[in-house]
């Protein structure tokens, strides 16, 4: 190996092994299983806490008779003859949970201690009771009523022939999330490693070592590592904890998962990593200009690589608008909107192999930017590099 | 193993380094010293290659070279901005940094034991950077400049931080080096160890040179070398020595003893004749100038350059 590509693949094991921390992510996996542990178990105390019936006082019955109100749900007390002074101490003591009075067909009002879950179930319980009515007065039959309320079933064809599901999106959402994962991955180290090793003044001793461009390959590299690292963990685990859900559960996983065919497969890794490495360049070459992360203006530009993940969002809306189309074969946004575009609808062969060859000469060329910018801007103490000087660098490079 | 031709280096309007030529030659301490934004710093990071030079050359000996490239892996470097990773190990780190000036990992985690053993911080290697005292930190970032056996190292600043004990312990390191056939060359503001280490000395400022050579030269080429410690009994006749050709300067020491510097060129007798002349002499004792004196001396002025 030469010297070079050695000292690239020192700079990497260093940045990895710096930040990647095989205990942590085993913390991390039983605290996020604690965590949902707990949630559940907090879940179910509060979906059994709300079984209790409700028990509420009716004051006024308007136009309504006392024998129509029956209802699993709720336990209606007949209260009409009593003053509303004596309710009210009920409701205060805890007797009660609610007092309904009903004024006139079209209006009623419930009065409780504070905001209760309940109070939706008992507005469409009242609806009922006045669709009911309603239909007396208007003498309209029952039957007809639902006849009249069916709804027209509409058939969905696709001329791609494949038929977006639930499942086509759900695949597509956890692609984009995936990317999303490791933009912010990327986003906290580059940040971290680069304007901490500025702040602690060790540039001079590395630089003086190795070249500049050799350096922050070694960094992209062992950043990116660390992303995909977490994103291939996490993307395991994930379906591993589908797979139990829905074994439980009955749901159609397998569906799911036949939708992710090879050839998919490969183009989403392919894109994933270039599309990572992309981001890690620019991200790189950005926090390289940061003199003091606390007050420099420049950390907000690292944001920037999120957007092309939201843009991939409304992939999921429209995956075969012209936009999105063209989304889909911009390097900036490909990475994110490709993938999902290819699980939602059918793609041209050559989609996919434009998307890439693009992808891989942006980031070649945001790597060779970020050498130029890193090389400068690594070295300059109390002031930070302008814009139209980094747009300099971007056209030398 | 190094020549320094007519470079200079401009920052703004700012003339760092000007015109400067000099020559390091092989298995020397050559030590580069001035004031402060004198242009050393400068200097050593033209060497280093962090910065080019705007003109002239840096060549470096054939030693050194990989064909027209430097061989970095030659190199050593003790920036005068310092900083280690504070959060990972100290040994880590040292084998980290030496992997990177193309040192085996295995050699350099035997070799940096060694050295953290000789330093009395072995028994903390696997402790975070962090934990360890800035003195100590000092002596991981030494440790990390010549671990590679560099054939050539640059100190920027080697002493700072440390205090007079491992000042001295730091000299000898340095000197032990040199005598394995290292070229050391370092900048430094203690003037009392760099004249006990250094083979030779240039000493810049405004980016110029003003003075070098051996101690020696040095001392001929600036205040002739003679000086005088003079203590009288009574009055002393102040006006006589300050005015008079043969003495260069005298100073009255917080000890009551006078510091005479005599005038180039003048034999002992016509500068004693003078010194009788001022007061009743209690004592009288000659002394070799040092070179804080000679430093003092040569930029207190605001030193102009040697053309």
């Known amino acids: ?397 | 193993m190094l020549a320094f031709e007519s470079v200079v280096k401009q920052f703004g309007k700012v003339r760092a380094v000007d015109d400067l030529s000099f020559e390091v030659g092989k298995g020397e301490i050559f030590a580069l010293l001035g004031p402060n934004g004198a242009g050393k710093t400068s200097t050593v990071r033209m060497i280093m290659q962090i910065m080019a030079p705007d003109s002239g050359s840096i060549t470096f000996h054939p030693s050194l070279r990989i064909g027209e490239k430097v061989d970095r892996t030659k190199l050593g470097y003790l920036p005068e901005e310092r900083g280690l990773y504070q959060d990972t190990p100290i040994l880590k780190t040292l084998v980290y940094l030496a992997t990177l000036r193309g040192l085996d990992a295995s050699v350099a985690a035997s070799r940096a034991s060694g050295w953290l053993e000789r330093f009395g911080i072995l028994d903390r290697k696997n402790e975070k950077v962090s934990t360890l005292s800035k003195g100590n930190q000092q002596k991981v970032q030494f440790i990390a400049s010549i671990l590679h056996q560099p054939d050539f190292a640059i100190l920027d600043e080697p002493f700072s931080g440390f205090d007079p004990l491992n000042q001295e312990r730091i000299s000898d390191v340095i000197r032990e080096l040199r005598d394995g056939g290292m070229t050391i060359l370092l900048s430094a503001h203690q003037m009392q160890l760099v004249e006990n280490i250094a083979d030779r000395v240039l000493m810049i400022n405004h980016g110029k040179e003003m003075i070098s050579g051996t101690l020696n030269e040095i001392r001929k080429s600036t205040i002739s070398g003679q000086k005088l410690m003079i203590t009288y009994h009574g009055e002393v006749n102040e006006e006589l020595l300050q005015q008079s050709d043969d003495v260069r300067s005298s100073t009255l020491t917080a000890d009551g003893e006078w510091e005479i510097y005599l005038s180039e060129n003048d034999s002992l007798n016509e500068a004693l004749q003078v010194l009788l002349k001022a007061g009743s002499v209690a004592s009288l004792r000659t002394t070799e100038v040092n070179l804080h004196e000679i430093f003092i001396e040569s930029f207190k002025e605001g030193g102009t350059a040697h053309e």
């Open chain 1, 1 to 397: 190996m030469n010297k070079s590509l050695k000292d690239v693949w020192n700079v990497t094991k260093w940045e990895f092994t710096r930040f990647f921390k095989w205990q942590d992510m085993i913390k991390g996996t039983l605290f996020m299983l604690g965590f949902a542990l707990i949630g559940g178990l907090f879940g179910y105390w509060v979906a059994t806490d709300t079984i209790t019936i409700p028990e509420i006082a009716v004051h006024e019955y308007g136009s309504f008779s006392k024998e129509e109100f029956q209802s699993e749900t709720f336990r209606f007390i007949d209260r009409s003859g009593e003053p509303m002074d004596v309710l009210a101490e009920d409701l205060a003591a805890g007797e009660l949970d609610g007092i309904l009075t009903i004024a006139t067909t079209d209006s009623a009002a419930i009065r409780m201690q504070s905001e209760r879950g309940w109070v939706g179930s008992l507005r469409g319980f009242l609806s009922e009771l006045r669709t009911e009515q309603k239909l007396q007065e208007f003498h309209i039959d029952p039957s007809v009523y639902s006849e009249i309320e069916e709804r027209i079933v509409l058939h969905t064809g696709f001329e791609s022939g494949s038929a977006s599901s639930s499942a086509d999106k759900w695949v597509a959402g956890i692609a984009i999330f995936l990317v999303l994962t490791a933009v912010f991955i990327g986003f906290g180290y580059q940040f971290t490693t680069i304007t901490g090793e500025k702040q602690m003044r060790i540039t001079e001793q590395v630089v003086s070592a190795i070249h500049p461009q050799t350096w922050i390959d070694g960094k992209i590299l062992g950043i990116s590592g660390i992303g995909l690292t977490y994103v291939l963990y996490y993307g395991a685990l994930g379906i591993l904890s589908t797979a139990a859900l829905v074994h439980y559960a009955g749901a159609p996983f397998g569906q799911a998962l036949a939708l992710i065919s090879p050839g998919l497969l490969v183009v989403f890794l392919l894109l994933f990593v270039l599309g990572v490495l992309m981001i890690n360049s620019f991200l790189a070459g950005m926090a390289a200009t940061i003199d003091d992360p606390n007050t420099s203006q420049k950390a907000g530009w690292m944001m920037l690589p999120i957007f092309p993940v939201v843009f991939s969002i409304f992939t999921i809306f429209n995956p075969d608008g012209f936009a999105i189309k063209l989304l889909g074969i911009f390097p900036l946004t490909s990475y994110a909107v490709l993938p999902a575009r290819m699980v939602l609808t059918q793609v041209a062969w050559w989609e996919p192999v434009v998307a890439l060859i693009l992808l891989a000469a942006t980031a070649w060329l945001f790597r060779k930017w970020a050498g130029k910018i890193f090389a400068t801007g690594m070295m300059m103490y109390g002031k930070e590099p302008t814009f139209k000087e980094m747009i300099y660098w971007f056209r030398k490079s």
